[in-house]
């Protein structure tokens, strides 16, 4: 990212060498990849239903679901159910630019870490929620989507959980 | 088994916004004849073999060292190309200590190169061609493409880094007055150091929070430059740096170890990282490295410090994670003048990645300076001796990370 | 130069169009790698890998690699260039004494770009690449006309090697199956599609998806690892100047001068005598007789006079080579690896018997611009 203009500093200028103009595609590609481990997770989507796999050799739970265990090097083999509380581990705010009005939309993208898993997911936030009110170990909830199709988008987003306990406050 | 590593020399290109009179090529030699002339003894003959990295998505050239062995000098010679994206430098740095210390025959003295020249290519198009292939998998799953291109746009240039500020800030209680100091400090060191991009003596911090918000809690005048740059090391035994310069700089630790990537997951299985700013894998290279070095007490017995921090925050997140402060006191260290250029243990005196970027090499120009700094040679030299100092780099998903420790005495010990 | 053993290897099957993901692959070749050698996660020091950002379509292609590679915690780096450079860089790390156990795996999957374009990307962008005269097919046939030109070699003993090499990977059932030709014959070899003059389809090693990983343990701890580990004896690397023109392309300069630094380093003064196989990577038929000349194994002009034959007296390629199926960035790898099981006679039905003392090559660049040379011996 460059510099805004208010901002001086040496700025030098160099004699121009030949230049020849060139384009190249890092995306004409077909990425390949194997998704068996998220085929039941995906189903109980439908069902309104979380659950994620663990990894017997560390007991760590996984959600997503993921494909192996970097700490162990073996593939996770048990299901569990996770709750569909979460809390906010980390966020941060984008600002995109409405290609037709031109005003610029704040929406923060949150990483969601479910109570019970030991790793977490992106996810958004209630459209209802004001952005200057996220903030890290704020309790959420997963809303559901009226119509779900088994994808990841049958939970639309995250609503705030009103729970007043203070230990949910201090997050360390 | 192994032997004890020294850096001769180092060097540097000029580093701009648009280096728009060299080619790729040329800004590499550019580099290597600095580092040379840095060496008045050493001739591009003496050279045994050659080490050379950068992020190549950025130029549209493929495996370029191949194209530029005669401006390096490395024709009909051993050469070996090393690249980690973020931390390319830094690892083509530790490479260089390797090929040394395996003591192959024949290969005592290797230079290592690292490069970048971001004008020639769109750098948010390479930073994001990161996560393509996970994006395309959460796509494929079910998450429409507008969203995704939200997930994008969070990061930008700066990428998955917010996430990572949100919670360091959340744990420490900082402001932005804290980050725009750390900014401050960092530039008007540039200043001072001949190869810098941005240069600013007179930067203020009103100035730096005068600007918009590219992604909370980061303002324009907080994030790190793209330039245009080219660095160079040259590593040998101990018994050929005495003859090469009058302070040879031995490289006592290194250690790359990586962890689980954070925000995005191979295969979009998620963040295994619940908070990013913890980074395990620093903790653990910094353990690793200190042992190898013979450094008990990082925080007195370390004089000097680059780390790697294209944004103000991770600068202080650094010097928590490799050992130089204990955990959140970083703020009140930098405040408190500790890490100032007259400070106990100065920090970034070169102006640091904040003040200059090319991605290819700045993982480099951290273990370059802190050894410039040893040799006494640095253009913006500390008043106080400088014995041990470290060099840091970072990339990757938040995962990745290079540490070198480095003397004027060897100190590495092998059991 | 200090000991350094093979202790473990794993390659996957080679296909064009692989039914596996990118990382599923990854994960079988290091998790089987560490398996056969009966190790855990827990024992791995370092992990170097071998990617190309390019390849994967992706930058920082080993970032997202980490755990499927056996990288979390583990010292971590990455080489862009041949697998077999990157086990260089994992035996550099061993023979410094940080290191007691390195993982080197590499592969790609070029079902998912068109290679040959990509290719063009190695071009240098100022001059060649707008020209388009040199891409890797042509720069291909230059090579082979001139090594054909100077010597009087004919079309047909070029052939004959590739002829070797596929009925040799009829032999390997990890090799390409679309390579595994044994009823081929020197007329179906000529007959086939023309790339770019000479150069026939069938003498153009297939690019296919594969990955393959070993396993490098200094001496001490490789013997209580294995009772069967290869010693790396000696290595030798080089790289030529980039420009074709710049270079005698009816040999291999870089080759040479890599044999000379692995011969130096192993104590081997009569190549011919003392080597019993060598696997060579070879993108194009004539190299694999350039290679030949070049290691000392026949005077200049007289590689296609050696017997390379499996039961011959110096085998070549007795797995099929890069003609046997061509992962990029794992094709020196698994010729290392292919030269590990000749030691350790694990060969299956293309075992050379008695090998002793093996070489195995790498490459990368255009015409063979960098090359890498290992000398192997049995325990």
Not at chain 3, 46 to 52: G, K, L, P
Not at chain 3, 185 to 193: A, E, F, I, M, P
Request: aromatic fraction near 8%; proline fraction near 4%; charged fraction near 20%.
């Amino acid at each position: 990212m460059t510099q805004r203009k208010s901002l001086d500093y040496v700025k030098k200028d160099y004699i121009r060498t030949r230049t020849l103009p060139g384009s190249w595609y890092l995306s004409s590609y077909k990425y390949k990849f194997n998704i068996t481990h998220m085929k039941p997770f995906l189903e109980k989507l439908k069902e309104k239903k979380l659950i994620a796999n663990q990894c017997s050799s560390c007991n760590r739970v996984f959600y997503p679901p993921r494909f192996v265990c970097g700490k162990c090097l073996v593939k996770p083999d048990k299901w569990v159910d996770i709750r569909n509380t979460a809390s906010v581990s980390t966020y941060a705010i984008s600002y995109l630019k409405d290609p037709e009005t031109g005003e610029v939309q704040q929406r923060p993208m949150v990483l969601v870490h479910h109570d019970g898993a030991d790793t977490a997911s992106i996810a958004e936030l209630s459209p209802d929620l004001d952005v200057k009110d996220t903030y890290v170990g704020m309790p959420i909830i997963t809303h559901w989507r009226d119509e779900r199709t088994g994808g990841l988008m049958d939970i639309e987003y995250y609503d705030k959980f009103d729970d007043d306990s203070d230990d949910l406050r201090n997050n360390d | 088994m192994g032997r004890q590593v020294a850096i001769a020399s180092a060097g540097f290109s000029e580093h701009a916004s648009k280096r728009s009179d060299v080619s790729m090529p040329e800004l590499v030699s550019e580099a290597i004849e600095d580092c040379l002339k840095n060496a008045p003894s050493v001739e591009l003959g003496d050279i045994d073999a050659f080490v050379n990295g950068n992020m190549p998505a950025f130029e549209g050239s493929n495996i370029p060292e191949l194209w530029m062995t005669d401006w390096m000098g490395a024709r009909n010679k051993p050469l070996l190309r090393v690249t980690t994206g973020g931390t390319t430098g830094g690892t083509v740095a530790i490479s260089g200590y390797y090929t040394v210390a395996a003591g192959l025959p024949g290969v005592d003295t290797v230079l290592a190169v690292a490069f970048e020249q971001q004008s020639q290519g769109d750098t948010s198009v390479g930073l994001a061609s990161v996560a393509y292939g996970e994006i395309s998998i959460l796509n494929t799953l079910g998450i429409p493409y507008d969203q995704i291109s939200r997930l994008l746009s969070a990061g930008a240039a700066i990428g998955v880094a917010a996430y990572q500020a949100t919670t360091y800030m959340n744990k420490t209680k900082i402001k932005e007055e804290d980050l725009a100091r750390v900014v401050v400090q960092n530039r008007r060191n540039a200043a001072k150091t001949w190869w810098a991009h941005l240069k600013m003596p007179n930067l203020t911090i009103e100035e730096v929070l005068d600007t918009p918000y590219v992604q909370y809690p980061l303002r324009y005048g907080m994030v790190c430059p793209a330039s245009d740059g080219a660095c160079a090391m040259l590593f040998t035994t101990e018994e050929k740096a005495k003859n090469m310069c009058d302070i040879p700089v031995y490289v006592n630790g290194v250690a790359s170890v990586a962890n689980e990537s954070a925000v995005l997951g191979y295969d979009g299985s998620g963040s295994a990282q619940v908070d990013p700013s913890m980074q395990l894998g620093a903790i653990r290279s910094s353990e690793l490295a200190y042992k190898q070095a013979g450094i008990s007490f990082p925080r007195k017995e370390i004089d000097y410090a680059e780390v790697y921090a294209p944004f103000p925050n991770q600068q202080l997140l650094w010097t928590e994670k490799l050992g130089l402060f204990e955990e959140g006191t970083a703020p009140a260290m930098h405040e408190a003048g500790v890490t100032d250029f007259n400070g106990e243990l100065p920090v970034n005196c070169s102006g640091g990645v904040n003040a200059t970027n090319a991605i290819g090499a700045s993982a480099m120009e951290r273990p370059a300076e802190a050894a410039l700094q040893i040799m006494g040679k640095a253009s913006n030299q500390v008043p106080k001796t400088v014995h041990t100092a470290i060099g840091s780099g970072w990339g990757g998903s938040l995962n990745l990370i290079t540490l070198m420790a480095m003397s004027d005495q060897p100190k590495r010990q092998w059991r | 130069m200090q000991k350094v053993g093979i202790v473990g290897y794993y390659q996957v099957k080679l296909y064009s169009d692989a039914n596996y993901g990118h990382y599923e692959m990854i994960f079988e070749a290091s998790r089987g790698a560490l398996d056969k050698a009966g190790l855990k996660k827990k024992d791995i020091s370092t992990v170097i890998s071998c990617t190309n950002d390019y390849y994967d379509g992706r930058t920082i292609s080993n970032c997202f690699t980490v755990e499927v590679g056996g990288g979390y915690m583990a010292d971590e780096s990455k080489v862009e260039m041949d697998g077999a450079h990157a086990v260089l860089y994992g035996l550099m790390r061993v023979l410094s004494g940080n290191h007691n156990l390195a993982v080197v795996w590499g592969g790609s999957m070029p079902s998912c770009y068109p290679y040959h374009t990509v290719r063009l990307y190695e071009t240098d962008p100022t001059w060649e690449r707008s020209l388009a005269y040199v891409n890797d097919i042509t720069s291909a046939g230059f090579q082979m006309r001139a090594y054909m030109e100077k010597y009087g070699v004919t079309v047909e003993e070029i052939a004959k090697v590739a002829v070797k090499n596929k009925k040799n990977a009829a032999k390997n059932p990890l090799a390409l199956k679309e390579a595994q030709l044994a009823n081929l014959t020197v007329k179906d070899v000529l007959d086939s599609g023309k790339y770019a003059d000479p150069v026939t389809e069938l003498m153009v090693a297939p690019p296919c998806d594969g990955v393959a990983a070993l396993l490098l343990a200094p001496e001490k701890q490789a013997l209580k690892i294995t009772d069967k580990p290869v010693w790396i004896t000696g290595v030798g690397y080089n790289q030529d100047a980039y420009y074709l023109g710049d270079r005698d392309l009816s040999g291999c300069k870089s080759m040479n001068l890599a044999a000379k630094m692995a011969y130096n380093a192993a104590g081997i003064t009569d190549p011919y005598s003392e080597i019993d196989v060598a696997e060579l990577f070879e993108s194009y038929a004539h190299e694999e007789l350039i290679f030949a000349e070049e290691l000392g194994f026949a005077d200049k002009g007289k590689g296609a006079e050696i017997n390379s034959a499996i039961n011959g007296d110096l085998a070549i390629n007795p797995s099929g080579g890069a003609l046997g199926g061509n992962p990029p960035c794992a094709t020196g790898l698994i010729r290392v690896i292919e030269a590990v099981k000749q030691l350790t006679g694990e060969a299956g039905q293309y075992q050379v018997k008695g090998a002793k003392k093996a070489v195995a090559s790498g490459q990368i660049g255009m015409c063979a611009q960098n090359n890498i040379l290992y000398v192997l011996e049995a325990n």
